[in-house]
Structures are given as C-alpha cells and as structure tokens.
C-alpha cells in the first residue's frame, strides 16, 4: 500500500565497489532484506558481506521492521497534508472548521524596535 506524500526509497544499486564502501550499507541491507525480501543475488554485494550484514535479521524483526515502518510512513503521509494544508487554506477557514489555527494573531509590546 502506499502511502501519500511518502516518497520510497531508491532501488538498490547493485553495485560490489560502491556498496562496499557506503556509510549506509547497514541500514540499506536491512531495509532490502526486511522490506523488499532482498538476498545475496538482489543485494549487489559479496555473499559474506551480506551474510554479515543481515543473518543476524530474525523472520520476527522483519516484521516488527515492517509494521514500525508502515507506522512512520503512515504518521509523514497524515503530517505531510496537514502542511499542505497550512498553505492552501485561508486560516479563518482552518480556524472556523477544524480549530488548529488562530486567525489574525498579533504581538504587541514585543519591546524591539
């Protein structure tokens, strides 16, 4: 399912000489491992550096991976809106119907000149 304003991540790049040396090899394998069923093939890197990266990866934590991840995209695609929203509609009418705005706020007596 997707998610709106969600925007997904890049494919893997396949790639043995970049991926051995990228600062996000971890975090990248897990993702493909736990969110797009990856393997040794569809990784792009030698099969012990991948066995290192990710045989620790229960079927559980892929899972527990997946929901958490589903609940984040899900939280940026309902807050995301709400900023569209803060553009697109006057705030007396986000005041008068959804009551998450102040209309025609002012300061006074800041004391700065």
């Known amino acids: 399912l997707s998610v709106v304003g969600v925007t997904p991540l890049p494919p893997v790049i396949h790639d043995v000489r970049t991926c051995e040396r990228c600062f996000e090899r971890s975090s990248c394998m897990l993702y493909h491992k736990a969110m797009e069923g990856g ?23 892929q899972e527990y991976f997946r929901r958490w991840n589903r609940m984040i995209d899900l939280e940026e695609g309902a807050s995301s809106t709400n900023v569209y929203d803060l553009w697109t509609i006057p705030s007396t009418l986000r005041e008068a119907t959804t009551r998450k705005c102040i209309a025609g706020l002012t300061l006074e007596g800041s004391g700065s000149t």
Do not use: N
């Open 39 to 61: 393997t040794t093939e569809t990784s792009g890197l030698k099969d012990d550096m991948y066995r290192q990266l990710t045989a620790h990866i229960t079927k559980k934590d």
